[in-house]
């Protein structure tokens, strides 16, 4: 007898069943229905149907179609990525868990791309208090932080220096929304130690609600250059500059392979 643990989730009181799920999950990932009913090898009717009753059962939309393909909604993201992370939770033991955000997505996914040949690696993207939760809890092997802060914080850990990033600065007055990514906790600090004024109105986790929040803001300039777009930051970025480290309890050939591969990347191409 074989027995599997599988993940479902609760979206505004509606159980959603793991299948509907995948489907969402694929879509996220092809960036267009065609190529997510090729995958899940059903036809895009059905797939449309299936993403029809899921936005019915939850009552709130979920993609966004243009020409260039479709997208979804910020609600559906945040749909997929606690799918996806709660997935990876529940396969322990035959592999090693690493979490990341979306500011260092990009570097542990070229790092893994190299030394991850057999799939012996899981990744988890989240945010850094979820990610450091579940390494204390042992339910991660290795985390890379986007807030350096965070490693003063932890005790008995060993770390590793593997990129380096700055912060943008955007300031449109004393009201401030927070970036649910990076190192938001320095840009805040930043402004205590100037003695400037300042009140938090929110939290965001999406790059768009951040931008159009017409706010001042803290960003990553790592994420605006992957995302192509260019700000000019009230101060300047030397003042805002950090390490981004891995965190790690054990020096396992796996662990070690991966961190010598971060640090490379580190080298051969900017991050930031």
């Known amino acids: 007898m074989e027995i599997e643990p ?50 019915k059962r939850v009552g709130v939309d979920l993609l966004v179609t243009s020409s260039s393909g479709t997208t979804l909604t910020s609600e559906a993201e945040s749909i997929v990525l606690e799918y996806s ?17 979306i500011v260092t997505e990009e570097l542990l996914l070229c790092a893994l791309s190299k030394v991850d040949k057999t799939g012996m690696y899981d990744l988890i993207i989240s945010d850094d208090d979820r990610n450091l939760r579940d390494f204390r809890s ?35 007055g004393p009201n401030y929304m927070r970036f649910r990514y990076g190192a938001q906790r320095l840009g805040f600090k930043y402004l205590d130690d100037q003695g400037i004024r300042y009140k938090v109105k929110g939290t965001v986790p999406f790059l768009p609600d951040l931008m159009g929040s017409n706010l001042s803001f803290f960003i990553n300039q790592s994420l605006l250059t992957r995302k192509g777009i260019k700000l000019k930051g009230a101060t300047d970025m030397k003042m805002l500059a950090h390490k981004i480290f891995a965190v790690h309890k054990k020096q396992t050939p796996k662990i070690l392979a991966l961190i010598a591969e971060l640090k490379k990347e580190r080298i051969h191409r900017r991050f930031t």
């Open 6 to 55: 599988s993940v479902s989730l609760i979206v505004n009181g509606v159980q959603i069943t793991t299948r509907l799920l995948d489907v969402l999950k694929a879509v996220y990932e092809e960036g267009s229905q065609k190529r997510a009913s090729e995958r899940l090898e059903i036809s895009v009717p059905v797939l449309h149907r299936y993403l029809r009753r899921m936005e």
């Open 85 to 101: 992370a709660l997935s990876a939770r529940i396969r322990t033991g035959k592999t090693l868990v690493v979490g990341g955000t």
């Open 138 to 172: 042992g339910l991660m092997d290795l985390v890379v932080v986007d807030d350096p802060l965070h490693v003063y914080d932890l005790e008995g850990v060993m770390w590793d220096e593997v990129a380096e990033d700055n912060l943008v600065h955007m300031a449109r």
